[in-house]
């Protein structure tokens, strides 16, 4: 199986890389348009600012494929949150594979929601200021504030706001189902 992590600068791709060999799988990381559409599965992951992400991803033209790729897609964190159609970080036009828009918490607790919480009866690893509401598309729920996306999923593009590379047997778990898709 090919698996090509999307290395665009704005990613954890080391430690995604790793959780990937932990599995027994050897991911490849790379920009290169051809070598994503060649994929048997591709990971978005992201850790950063939106816009800054986004405007890479522009030079790169990788805005442009990501949302044409037909193979199972997983995007990650700052990845979940850049395939939606606008953050409010830097106030930026996203990917807009799902027809949601990405939010500030408003800071009543601790910004960012940072540390182990659970989602659907799992516990993962969640470092984040901004979050996609619960909608049409969501999977699994999380409570930090306010009840928000956890994961979603719309056709071949499956989304984590937490951190599956980061969070133990929860997140082992769910790339091997990604894998397994």
């Given at each position: 199986?090919?698996?090509?992590?999307?290395?665009?600068?704005?990613?954890?791709?080391?430690?995604?890389?790793?959780?990937?060999?932990?599995?027994?799988?050897?991911?490849?990381?790379?920009?290169?348009?051809?070598?994503?559409?060649?994929?048997?599965?591709?990971?978005?992951?992201?850790?950063?600012?939106?816009?800054?992400?986004?405007?890479?991803?522009?030079?790169?033209?990788?805005?442009?494929?990501?949302?044409?790729?037909?193979?199972?897609?997983?995007?990650?964190?700052?990845?979940?949150?850049?395939?939606c159609n606008?953050?409010?970080?830097?106030?930026?036009?996203?990917?807009?594979?799902?027809?949601?828009?990405?939010?500030?918490?408003?800071?009543?607790?601790?910004?960012?929601?940072?540390?182990?919480?659970?989602?659907?009866?799992?516990?993962?690893?969640?470092?984040?200021?901004?979050?996609?509401?619960?909608?049409?598309?969501?999977?699994?729920?999380?409570?930090?504030?306010?009840?928000?996306?956890?994961?979603m999923q719309?056709?071949?593009?499956?989304?984590?706001?937490?951190?599956?590379?980061?969070?133990?047997?929860?997140?082992e778990e769910?790339?091997?189902?990604?894998?397994?898709?």
């Amino acid at each position: 199986m090919k698996v090509v992590i999307i290395n665009y600068g704005a990613g954890n791709t080391q430690s995604v890389r790793y959780a990937f060999e932990r599995l027994g799988i050897t991911p490849i990381l790379s920009d290169d348009i051809a070598e994503i559409l060649t994929a048997d599965k591709v990971i978005f992951p992201g850790v950063g600012h939106a816009k800054a992400a986004m405007e890479v991803l522009r030079e790169k033209q990788l805005d442009l494929l990501i949302p044409t790729l037909k193979q199972p897609v997983l995007g990650i964190c700052l990845g979940m949150q850049l395939m939606c159609n606008f953050s409010e970080e830097g106030n930026t036009k996203c990917l807009g594979i799902f027809n949601e828009d990405v939010k500030l918490f408003e800071p009543k607790l601790k910004v960012p929601h940072i540390g182990w919480n659970t989602a659907e009866n799992n516990w993962y690893y969640f470092v984040h200021s901004y979050y996609v509401p619960v909608n049409e598309y969501t999977t699994e729920t999380c409570n930090y504030i306010t009840d928000f996306s956890a994961a979603m999923q719309k056709g071949n593009f499956y989304a984590v706001q937490y951190h599956p590379e980061k969070s133990g047997k929860g997140g082992e778990e769910l790339l091997n189902k990604f894998t397994a898709i």
